[in-house]
């Protein structure tokens, strides 16, 4: 069978995603970028409305253009959907939530069932090749989540805090890197609560750091919570470690901090990252802020952006709060009108991109580290540098993949992007 895959929301689906592909390859089926297949599996995200809104416009798109492809859904979204049996959606075939290492059987039984149905002889799968190593890839260290914001939906969806054992990840990790892989994202869904036979996270890293041929690693979001002085002095000293940290915040008000339930002061966060920026100078710190909380008033959204400003982040992603059936947050007094959202979302992102043209204007004439690995034209590669901005990069002279030095010469229009050109 032909598969193709969607993929919505955090870096734990594009693992799982992986994981997934691998699967379907080593039974014998194909999967597909485009969407000429026989069965699409959607993995989707719940976090916030505008998610799930996200995978029911695609599912409309995708039956209309082939009415007879099987349509899966699994992931959080998923997961709503089981537990809401009122909800149904007419266009999905097959309904999974997190269990969705069950999904290549699901899909073949269905497959079957309509053969049988239809009476056509059924098609062999022929075996293909592993897909081909790639430089860079996904660990997965840890899944669910034991804190409680009180607007997040995850841990009533993936559960509390589970972690891989220390053996499995660095098994994995040595196989990725024999096939290949130099760069290594350690990721979960809060992956500073990693605890399991003695390791903490910073072991994990150490574990990554001690394999030769890994040239980089990067981590998926951490918890301020979780960053304590320990993990901010070893962090420091892994050298292939990314120079950047995503750390959400959430917002810079303590008052909705504090009804958040995010157990942390705004100062308490300042002075983690001070530390971080102590010890690894020049490292991006990027963050999440949620615009519009209940009750947010505009006395707390202005001392909001005024701490956001102090923070100095290289990037700011900005979400208007989402009402999330089943969290604390859901039944707040005096919800935010969306046109309120809207325009403070407006607001932020002025900062937010001040901020980003500060950061990245540093690099302007600088030899920056950058892995390139896409072409994007025949004389244009894109990657990624080291503190994690991507980069444009002219070659006339062919093939450029792998690690080089860059000198950056430009910032694109929407400061998003780096120019410049290899030095060696
Ligand atoms: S730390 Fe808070 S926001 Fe993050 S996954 Fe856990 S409960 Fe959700």
Redesign the pocket.
């Known amino acids: 069978m032909k598969i193709s895959f969607y993929t919505f929301g955090c870096l734990v689906n594009s693992y799982e995603t992986q994981k997934l592909k691998e699967i379907f390859i080593k039974h014998g089926d194909e999967v597909v970028e485009n969407i000429d297949s026989d069965a699409v599996i959607i993995n989707s995200c719940a976090v916030t409305g505008s998610a799930e809104k996200h995978v029911q416009e695609l599912i409309t798109r995708l039956k209309k253009k082939n009415f007879s492809r099987i349509i899966a859904v699994i992931g959080c979204y998923g997961e709503i959907l089981k537990k809401n049996e009122k909800t149904f959606l007419p266009d999905v075939d097959i309904l999974l939530g997190n269990d969705k290492f069950g999904i290549y059987e699901k899909i073949h039984a269905y497959a079957r069932g309509r053969r049988q149905e239809s009476g056509r002889a059924s098609r062999l799968s022929q075996p293909t090749e592993l897909p081909h190593s790639s430089l860079s890839g996904f660990v997965q260290i840890q899944n669910g ?1 034991d ?3 009180s607007f ?1 939906i ?2 009533h969806l993936r559960g509390n805090s589970v972690s891989r054992p220390p053996q499995e990840i660095r098994k994995e990790l040595q196989d990725m890197a024999a096939q290949g892989c130099r760069e290594i994202a350690l990721v979960g ?2 992956i500073g609560l990693y605890r399991k036979d003695g390791y903490d996270l910073s072991n994990i890293l150490q574990m990554a750091d001690e394999i030769q041929s890994i040239e980089r690693i990067r981590l998926s979001s951490l ?1 301020p919570m979780d960053v304590n002085s320990n993990f901010v002095e070893e962090f420091s000293k892994i050298e292939k470690l990314v120079s950047h940290l995503h750390i959400p915040l959430q917002s810079g008000s303590e008052r909705i901090l504090k009804q958040m339930n995010r157990n942390y002061r705004f100062e308490d966060y300042l002075y983690t990252i001070t530390k971080i920026r102590d010890k690894m100078p020049g490292i991006a710190i990027t963050t999440d802020i949620i615009v519009g909380f209940p009750g947010e008033t505009e006395k707390d959204f202005q001392e909001s952006m005024r701490n956001i400003i102090r923070c100095e982040f290289s990037d700011i992603h900005i979400f208007k709060y989402s009402m999330r059936k089943g969290t604390p947050a859901a039944l707040m007094d005096n919800q935010i009108t969306e046109h309120q959202k809207t325009s403070r979302a407006a607001l932020l992102k002025g900062i937010k991109w001040q901020t980003k043209y500060n950061y990245n204007y540093n690099f302007l004439g600088q030899i920056e580290e950058a892995s390139l690995f896409k072409p994007i034209e025949e004389t244009c590669w894109e990657g990624i540098t080291k503190h994690n901005i991507p980069v444009l990069v002219q070659n006339e002279n062919g093939c450029l993949n792998g690690k080089f030095n860059v000198k950056i010469t430009g910032i694109s229009a929407g400061h998003e992007v780096l120019t410049g050109e290899v030095v060696s």
């Open positions: 989540c804190n409680r914001c997040c995850v841990p869904l809060n918890e």
